[in-house]
C-alpha cells in the first residue's frame, strides 16, 4: 500500500503539492487524475523518492521508498518513458537494469515478449517510435515482479490495440493483489480501466472514492428526449412544458434534449398532456469526463482563449443551435449536469426555472468547487498565487473555483537531494499473470 500523509513540495515559491493525504490499496488500479500542473507527476515522484517532499511524508508498505529493503523489487515505475540512453539496443537498456538490482536476464526476454518488443530487442531505442517507448518504460517497471506499480501516463501514444493491452494489463497486475496507481488524461480509458479515483486540483486532494461514487457525487443523472426531428416546433413546445414542470433542460448537440429535475413517467406525462410524441425517453449518467470536467473546472490553471466553456456552457441566444461536433474530438462541451442536492430526488431541479427552449446551467447555484470540502479546508492556502501566464477564456457567472484564501508564508525550502535520473535507479518489474523468476545473477 502507498501512503501519503500531508504530502507538501514546494519549489521556492511555488506551491507543487499540498497537504495531501491519501491511501493507495492493493488488489485495485488507481486512478490518479487533475488537470495538467495539479501535482501529479511531482507527488509520483515524491512516492518514488525522486523529490523529497517539503513536509509531510509519503511511505510504501510503510517505508519511504530510499528505505525500502531491496525497492527496485518492489516498486516498478514508469514516470518517463523517454528517460532511456538512445543509444542503447532495448534489450541492453533492460539489461542494464536487471543487472542493477539482480534481476536475472531471462526476465528480461520474459518482460519484452510481454509488451511486445521481442522482434526489436536489439534496435537502439532512440529509433523508436512514442508507443514503441512508452512499452519499453512498461517493460522496464515490470522487470522485477513488483507488488507495487505507478505508471504517470502509460497510453501515452499508444494506438487502440496498445491501449486495450495497458488496459487489461493493469487489471491484471491488479487482480494478482498488486497496488497499481496509475495517471491518465484519458477519462474514457480511466472508466473502463480504473477501480478507484484520486483526484487532484492545484497540487490538493479534490476526491477519494470509487468511479461510481465519484459520477454521482458530481453529476446528476439525466433523461434524453427526443421528439420527432422533422417538426422544431414540437421541441420547443415540449420544452416549455418541461421547464414549466420544474424541470431543466438542455438541447444536446443531435437535437435531443437533456433532461434533469424531473422522473422519467413525469416526462412521460408531461409529453402526453401536451400532445408531444416522443421518439426516445431514457435514463443515462453522466459520464466520467462529464463529472471530471464539472469537478476540476475550478482548479484548471491553463485554458485555451477560444474555449467557450469555462463554466459548464455558455448559454446560446434563443433559436441558435449549439455547436457541431468538431471532428476528431466528439461533441464539444457538454458537461454533466449537477449532482442532485443532499437529501433531494435524483432528478431534483437545480437553481431557477429555465427560460424555455435553452437553458442552461446559466442560472444554477454553484455545486460546491468539488462536491466535497477538500481536506485541510480552512488551513491558510497557499494557491493564492499570481494567475498564470496562459490567457483565460471568460469565466461563466456559476463556474465553480477552487477555494482561494490568503497566501500562507512560504517555508524555506527543504534541501534537495535528488537523484538525477526520471525515474527509479532501478525500476522493477513483472509479468502481469506470471509465475515470475526468482532472483539470481543477471547475465
Ligand atoms: N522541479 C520543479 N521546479 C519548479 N516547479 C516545478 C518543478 N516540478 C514541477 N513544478 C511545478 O509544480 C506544478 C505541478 O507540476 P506537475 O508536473 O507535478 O503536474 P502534473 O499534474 O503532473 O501536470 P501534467 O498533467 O501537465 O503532467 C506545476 O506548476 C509545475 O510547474
Same mark, same amino acid.
Given at each position: ?9 514546494? &519549489? ?32 509520483? $515522484? ?14 510504501? +508498505? +510503510?517505508?519511504? &521508498? ?26 541492453? /537498456?533492460?539489461?542494464?537494469? #536487471? ?6 536476464? %531471462? *526476465? ?76 491518465? /488524461? ?9 477501480? @478507484?479515483?484520486?483526484?487532484?486540483? %492545484? ?20 433523461? *434524453? ?7 422544431? !416546433?414540437? $421541441? ?11 424541470? /431543466? ?6 437535437? #435531443? ?8 413517467? *413525469?416526462?412521460?406525462?408531461?409529453? @402526453? ?77 437545480? +437553481?431557477? =426555472?429555465? #427560460?424555455?427552449? &435553452? ?16 481536506? +485541510? #479546508?480552512?488551513?491558510?492556502? =497557499? &494557491? ?28 524555506? !525550502? ?24 526468482? =532472483?539470481?545473477?543477471?547475465?
Amino acid at each position: 500500500m502507498i501512503e501519503a500523509v500531508g504530502l507538501t513540495k514546494r &519549489y521556492g515559491d511555488k506551491t507543487a503539492v499540498y497537504n495531501l493525504s491519501f491511501q493507495v490499496r492493493p488488489g485495485a488500479v488507481t486512478g490518479f487524475l487533475g488537470p495538467n500542473g495539479s501535482g501529479k507527476s511531482t507527488t509520483m $515522484r515524491m512516492i518514488l523518492g525522486l523529490d523529497n517532499p517539503t513536509s509531510g511524508q509519503v511511505t510504501i +508498505g +510503510g517505508y519511504p &521508498y530510499r528505505k525500502l529493503p531491496n525497492a527496485p523489487r518492489q516498486v516498478g515505475a514508469l514516470l518517463d518513458a523517454k528517460a532511456v540512453h538512445g543509444g542503447r539496443a532495448a534489450r541492453n /537498456h533492460l539489461l542494464s537494469l #536487471a543487472q542493477l538490482s539482480g534481476i536475472p536476464a %531471462r *526476465r528480461v526476454d520474459e518482460v519484452l515478449g510481454v509488451v511486445g518488443l521481442q522482434d526489436v530487442a536489439r534496435k537502439r531505442s532512440k529509433g523508436f517510435s512514442l508507443g514503441m517507448g512508452q512499452r519499453l518504460g512498461i517493460a522496464a517497471a515490470l522487470l522485477g515482479d513488483p507488488q507495487v506499480l505507478l505508471f504517470d501516463e502509460p497510453v501515452n501514444g499508444l494506438d487502440p490495440e496498445g491501449i486495450l493491452w495497458v488496459r487489461n494489463l493493469m487489471k491484471a497486475l491488479a487482480a494478482e493483489g498488486r497496488t497499481v496507481f496509475v495517471s491518465s /488524461h484519458l477519462m474514457s480509458e480511466m472508466a473502463l480501466t480504473a477501480d @478507484h479515483l484520486i483526484v487532484i486540483g %492545484r497540487g490538493q486532494l479534490l476526491a477519494d472514492m470509487s468511479i461510481k461514487d465519484f459520477i454521482s457525487a458530481n453529476s446528476a443523472d439525466f433523461a *434524453r428526449v427526443r421528439t420527432p426531428d422533422a417538426d422544431p !416546433q414540437l $421541441r420547443e413546445k415540449l420544452s416549455s412544458a418541461l421547464a414549466e414542470a420544474g424541470g /431543466h433542460v438542455m438541447p444536446e448537440q443531435d437535437g #435531443a434534449l437533456r433532461v434533469t429535475g424531473l422522473a422519467l413517467p *413525469r416526462i412521460s406525462d408531461i409529453a @402526453h398532456d401536451t400532445d408531444v410524441r416522443l421518439w426516445e425517453l431514457s435514463p443515462h449518467q453522466a459520464s466520467l469526463e462529464e463529472a471530471y470536467m464539472r469537478m476540476t473546472q475550478g482548479a484548471v490553471d491553463y485554458r485555451s482563449t477560444i474555449d467557450q466553456k469555462s463554466g459548464l456552457q455558455q448559454p446560446l441566444p434563443p433559436g441558435a443551435q449549439p455547436p457541431m461536433p468538431v471532428p476528431g474530438q466528439g461533441q464539444p462541451g457538454w458537461y454533466a449536469p449537477p449532482p442532485p442536492q443532499p437529501g433531494g430526488q435524483p432528478f431534483a431541479p437545480q +437553481g431557477a =426555472p429555465v #427560460a424555455p427552449g &435553452y437553458p442552461g446551467a446559466q442560472g444554477q447555484p454553484p455545486a460546491g468547487p468539488y462536491g466535497a470540502p477538500a481536506p +485541510g #479546508a480552512g488551513a491558510p492556502n =497557499p &494557491y493564492a498565487q499570481p494567475a498564470p501566464a496562459a490567457p483565460q477564456a471568460p469565466q461563466a457567472p456559476q463556474a465553480p473555483q477552487a477555494p482561494q484564501a490568503p497566501q500562507a508564508p512560504q517555508a524555506p !525550502q527543504a534541501p534537495q537531494g535528488q537523484p538525477p535520473a526520471a525515474q527509479p535507479a532501478a525500476p522493477a518489474a513483472a509479468a502481469p499473470s506470471s509465475d515470475l523468476t526468482k =532472483p539470481e545473477d543477471a547475465r
